[in-house]
């Protein structure tokens, strides 16, 4: 099965006032032999806004990115392995992520996607960007959540990133950055359905 593991950086929690900083989506496939997570083909992108709006927790959280906006004066496109980096404008977010995905996605039916909270958090916000009413029509209406994978009986809730990735035995801690959380992601759904 291939999917897509896709996770989002923003400035707080708020779908109508907030906004989308970065997005990154990584394409695995269970069914092919496993190429190492660094190395699958994977999009990330980092938006550079006029002017930023969210909530204090998170553009303290990201100030980091935060100073690296404020010091890009425009596009900017790099190649690291099979990652595809770039700063773009938000509006054109669409069509950028539609045509990564035409070049990348062989298949022609709906495209299975992997994520903590993506049904109820990321897909909202992506789905108010421009150009994305294509989105749709092209995602699967069920998504893979890895953090049912690592429940254990007695867990009052379904556990967090960081309780799933020491559950997998993985290490390191929850990076809040979107790539890294993306490619996470993909970790714990190779182990979590055993074919890591």
């Known amino acids: 099965m291939r999917y897509a593991s896709i996770d989002i950086e923003t400035t707080g929690m708020d779908v109508k006032n907030c906004q989308m900083i970065e997005f990154a989506i990584v394409l695995d496939d269970l069914n092919k032999p496993k190429v190492p997570v660094k190395d699958l083909p994977a999009l990330h992108l980092y938006f550079m806004y006029d002017a930023v709006i969210g909530e204090p927790y998170a553009l303290a959280m990201h100030q980091k990115l935060l ?89 009052k809730f379904i556990p967090g990133g960081q309780q799933c990735m020491e559950r997998a035995g993985l290490n390191g801690v929850v990076a809040h950055t979107a790539l890294e959380d993306a490619q996470m992601v993909v970790e714990l759904v190779r182990r979590g359905l055993k074919v890591a």
């Open 67 to 155: 100073e690296k906006m404020a010091k890009t004066k425009g596009e900017r496109w790099e190649k690291d392995r099979s990652i595809d980096t770039g700063w773009i404008k938000p509006q054109l977010f669409g069509t950028v992520l539609f045509d990564w995905l035409k070049t990348k996605n062989s298949d022609d039916g709906k495209l299975n996607v992997a994520g903590k909270n993506f049904s109820n958090f990321d897909r909202q916000f992506m789905l108010k960007m421009e150009n994305m009413s294509w989105w749709n029509n092209l995602q699967h209406h069920r998504v893979i959540d890895p953090s049912i994978l690592f429940y254990n009986p007695g867990d």
